[in-house]
């Protein structure tokens, strides 16, 4: 769930940074809408707002590292000021 900022810009950009360093295909909905986790663009038209309930998808030989990694990069903008929280 992203924080009170929402999916901004910044954020969104450190999250594609992040996901890029996997093979597998990332894909985030919130709602009907679905973006490719690994484009800053898609992601910020979902429009992901304070409390919006976002899905994340992983399909690939290292899904499980990267929705790990997912994990923690929202772990980790809790702890910073107007982060991400899940």
Known sequence: MPGRLGFHLRVVA???KRVREFRSSIRIRRGKV???GKSILGLLVLGAAWKS???I???GGDAVQAIQSIKEFFLNQENTNGGCKT
């Open 53 to 55: 309930k976002l899905e």
């Open 57 to 59: 998808e992983a399909v």
């Open 34 to 36: 679905l973006a490719d």
């Open 14 to 16: 450190r999250f594609v």
